[in-house]
């Protein structure tokens, strides 16, 4: 799973083996919310730094006009949104893209639990600005 011309390949295999874990053990049908706890646990057994629900502002036009949480920022650096949905939907890559460009973050995961068999799509923020 690890490919190594993907930035952060190895811990975003990691997140998802994570992921996996409690998908296997939790199958479909929960709301999302225990989802995100099952993920706290197996993250931290895995001994992988995070944030939960970690709120950050939104600016438009150097003005600070609100704040979103991402379900979780991984290290630092990976953003993972989760949903409990039977499918997902160009709405939701729209919700985890904007969360990259909104936080300056260059990668980020979209995981379903909702669907019989764990769903996640790798995104990369096209946007992205190297910090100086």
């Not at 811990?11 to 409690?22: F, G, N, R």
């Not at 036009?61 to 989760?82: A, C, H, N, P, W």
């Not at 990259?100 to 990668?107: C, P, T, V």
């Amino acid at each position: 799973m690890i490919k190594e011309q993907y930035k952060y390949s190895e811990l975003t295999s990691k997140i998802i083996k994570c992921a996996m874990t409690v998908h296997s053990a939790l199958g479909n049908g929960f709301q999302e919310v225990i989802y995100q706890r099952a993920l706290e646990i197996e993250l931290r057994e895995a001994d992988i730094t995070f944030n939960r629900e970690f709120e950050m502002p939104i600016y438009y036009k150097q003005q600070q006009i609100g704040t979103r949480r991402v379900d979780f920022l991984v290290e630092g650096v990976v953003s993972v949104e989760l949903k409990a949905i039977t499918k997902i939907e160009e709405v939701h890559f729209a919700q985890a893209i904007n969360y990259l460009e909104a936080y300056n973050l260059e990668i980020g995961l979209l995981i379903n639990f909702g669907e019989t068999s764990l769903k996640f799509s790798r995104l990369n923020n096209k946007k992205y600005k190297p910090v100086q």
